[in-house]
């Protein structure tokens, strides 16, 4: 399910992040769930990968216990060959692979919330800090205008949004950090579904949706 | 059994791990298998230790790794990755799986799988650049390897290298990216 139409990609900080395994699970997806979109991204982070290979080959050896190689091999009598499970979306399904498996199907198995004014979300379960959610903006609709106090990173799924940084079709991602505030509009044609992310509560501008914060756990 | 070397096999010894993983999913080859756990395991062990592993933990999860390069031989593609880097992914997993007890979300397969009879070819451009880019990390001046060392091995966020280093995130920032850039650079 690529794009060849993406013009918003990752940072190489994130593809770094996602290639050494640091970064938060929530954000993981969304690398994930861009690069299953991108192909561009997918060889970037080929190169992250082998730039890892090539420090691991660079390491000095490690001692190894006396019958390190005896026990692995006991090991692998254990447990015979593992069956090979395609990770591929199913044909026309609008979610990729990796937010499939935490959504437990495709877009009708999304268990939606309303938010106000139309929106709606689905927190996702990811552990750590950091929080992902599937955003549902119908067509025209806007997202209350707001900030953050870390990073999010915003994957359009279908439809598309604009805010005053551009606009964003599917497979883009918005890298947003502390300096951005923003109103995300999503496009009249269509309805917008996004995968959002966000390490830090989000800090909205005006009263209401702020008193509402709380009960929305945005 | 000594396995057949082809002269690109003598000239990139990287070739000669990948041709032991496709001998291992061909054969079930456990002479293959000693030879590739000889060369790696001490350097997973290595790479899972300077994560924040101690010794036992690091040793056992080590097995795990290379049990599961037996495993998973199948999936290996020498287009598409080096033994090296192959080898790395699969020791990274299991380190947030084990270390940080988080899932791992994985971009989606693409639509086709390693194919049957890898092309020479494109195995050992492959080869060829991993080659080239191994070198370029090992010549990296001692600041710039330290710090791309510290975000993939260390666990460790840039701003909290930042409080370990002493440094201000944006120099850290500042100076991951001419590393990298240094090492695009290496490889055109």
């Given at each position: 399910?690529?794009?060849?139409?993406?013009?918003?990609?990752?940072?190489?900080?994130?593809?770094?992040?996602?290639?050494?395994?640091?970064?938060?699970?929530?954000?993981?997806?969304?690398?994930?769930?861009?690069?299953?979109?991108?192909?561009?991204?997918?060889?970037?982070?080929?190169?992250?990968d082998t730039?890892?290979g090539?420090?691991?080959?660079?390491?000095?050896?490690?001692?190894?216990?006396?019958?390190?190689?005896?026990?692995?091999?006991?090991?692998?009598?254990?447990?015979?060959?593992?069956?090979?499970?395609?990770?591929?979306?199913?044909?026309?399904?609008?979610?990729?692979?990796?937010?499939?498996?935490?959504?437990?199907?495709?877009?009708?198995?999304?268990?939606?919330?309303?938010?106000?004014?139309?929106?709606?979300?689905?927190?996702?379960?990811?552990?750590?800090?950091?929080?992902?959610?599937?955003?549902?903006?119908?067509?025209?609709?806007?997202?209350?205008?707001?900030?953050?106090?870390?990073?999010?990173?915003?994957?359009?799924?279908?439809?598309?949004?604009?805010?005053?940084?551009?606009?964003?079709?599917?497979?883009?991602?918005?890298?947003?950090?502390?300096?951005?505030?923003?109103?995300?509009?999503?496009?009249?044609?269509?309805?917008?579904?996004?995968?959002?992310?966000?390490?830090?509560?989000?800090?909205?501008?005006?009263?209401?949706?702020?008193?509402?914060?709380?009960?929305?756990?945005? | 059994?000594?396995?057949?070397?082809?002269?690109?096999?003598?000239?990139?010894?990287?070739?000669?791990?990948?041709?032991?993983?496709?001998?291992?999913?061909?054969?079930?080859?456990?002479?293959?298998?000693?030879?590739?756990?000889?060369?790696?395991?001490?350097?997973?062990?290595?790479?899972?230790?300077?994560?924040?592993?101690?010794?036992?933990?690091?040793?056992?999860?080590?097995?795990?790794?290379?049990?599961?390069?037996?495993?998973?031989?199948?999936?290996?593609?020498?287009?598409?990755a080096s033994?090296a880097t192959w080898?790395f992914?699969?020791?990274?997993?299991?380190?947030?799986?084990?270390?940080?007890?988080?899932?791992?979300?994985?971009?989606?397969?693409?639509?086709?799988?390693?194919?049957?009879?890898?092309?020479?070819?494109?195995?050992?451009?492959?080869?060829?650049?991993s080659?080239?880019?191994?070198?370029?990390?090992?010549?990296?001046?001692?600041?710039?390897?330290?710090?791309?060392?510290?975000?993939?091995?260390?666990?460790?966020?840039?701003?909290?290298?930042?409080?370990?280093?002493?440094?201000?995130?944006?120099?850290?920032?500042?100076?991951?990216?001419?590393?990298?850039?240094?090492?695009?650079?290496?490889?055109?």
């Open positions: 399910m690529t794009h060849d139409t993406i013009k918003h990609h990752l940072t190489d900080a994130l593809l770094m992040a996602y290639s050494a395994g640091t970064l938060p699970e929530a954000f993981s997806l969304a690398v994930a769930a861009h690069i299953s979109m991108c192909d561009e991204c997918r060889a970037r982070l080929g190169a992250f730039v890892g090539a420090l691991m080959a660079n390491c000095d050896a490690a001692e190894m216990s006396a019958d390190s190689l005896g026990a692995t091999l006991a090991k692998i009598d254990l447990a015979e060959a593992q069956p090979v499970e395609r990770n591929v979306t199913a044909d026309g399904g609008v979610l990729p692979a990796p937010v499939r498996a935490y959504v437990g199907g495709d877009l009708d198995a999304v268990r939606w919330r309303p938010v106000g004014m139309g929106v709606k979300q689905a927190i996702l379960p990811t552990k750590g800090e950091a929080t992902a959610r599937l955003l549902y903006i119908p067509a025209g609709a806007a997202v209350p205008d707001h900030g953050h106090r870390g990073t999010e990173l915003t994957l359009v799924l279908r439809g598309a949004f604009e805010d005053k940084v551009d606009h964003f079709g599917p497979g883009d991602i918005e890298v947003a950090n502390e300096d951005l505030d923003h109103t995300p509009i999503a496009d009249i044609g269509e309805d917008c579904i996004c995968l959002a992310a966000t390490d830090a509560p989000l800090r909205f501008n005006s009263w209401l949706p702020r008193i509402a914060q709380p009960f929305l756990r945005i | 059994m000594e396995p057949v070397k082809v002269k690109e096999e003598k000239e990139h010894p990287g070739l000669e791990w990948s041709a032991c993983i496709l001998r291992i999913r061909e054969t079930r080859d456990r002479a293959a298998f000693a030879a590739l756990f000889r060369h790696f395991a001490p350097r997973v062990k290595a790479f899972l230790m300077r994560s924040g592993a101690d010794a036992a933990m690091a040793e056992e999860c080590t097995q795990e790794v290379m049990a599961a390069v037996w495993q998973k031989a199948h999936l290996f593609d020498p287009s598409r033994a080898i992914t699969i020791a990274r997993n299991r380190k947030i799986d084990a270390l940080r007890k988080m899932k791992r979300p994985e971009p989606e397969d693409l639509p086709w799988g390693p194919e049957e009879e890898p092309d020479q070819e494109d195995s050992l451009a492959l080869q060829q650049e080659e080239k880019l191994e070198q370029a990390v090992a010549a990296l001046p001692a600041k710039q390897r330290d710090l791309i060392e510290k975000a993939y091995f260390g666990d460790l966020s840039h701003r909290e290298i930042a409080e370990e280093t002493g440094l201000p995130l944006g120099t850290i920032k500042s100076r991951i990216r001419l590393a990298l850039d240094r090492l695009r650079h290496a490889m055109k």
